[in-house]
């Protein structure tokens, strides 16, 4: 089953811009992580943020989680060509790790 | 250090034959480890997960099943592979909750 839902589904935008993916999910999490995937490639872990943290921040990237709202965004500031890839947020529910369908960003240099 | 060890990178299989694709782990032990496929430009499906040798949990019924002989060793198998069972299977680990997992290179499975 999905839970996670990302939006938007795809993204252009040109480098040095940021880039913005947002999350939606229907039940409570023990955490939320965001995964990068190059094309064919296996999963990169990204960032976790728990159930009781708002924000995180790891280099470019910056994560924020409302609860009360059951959604989390992605923030890539200053993107660059090398960005380019498919992201998927994921909520960590009773031990499993469930996956939305991701946002494939894609930056123009 | 730890890393994930899974093959082949690809294959290609007649529609009826058997499957066995393997997961191994390094410098960790008592990993729960999880199969995950990816249907061509879609997120990821659960399939399996494993908190410990023998023990496995099904997340969706299909014509696979998984097996850990050994605490860092996960199978994936299939008696008879269908055309729905083309995708790309990764094997995951982590060591606990609140870490994130590390995903293998991944398997693309092509049925024809």
Redesign the interface.
Known sequence: S?Q?EEDPQALSIQEGENATMNCSYKTSI??L?W?RQNS??????LI?I?SNEREKHSGRLRVTLDTSKKSSSLLITASRAADTASY?C?T?TT????????TTLQVKP | SQTIHQWPATLVQPVGSPLSLECTVEGTSNPNLYWYRQAAGRGLQLLFYSVGIGQISSEVPQNLSASRPQDRQFILSSKKLLLSDSGFYLCAWRTGRNYGYTFGSGTRLTVV
């Open positions: 999905q996670g023990n955490n992580q995964y064919g490639r296996g999963l990169v872990h976790l728990r998927f994921a960590d031990g499993k790790l469930i996956f939305g369908q991701g």
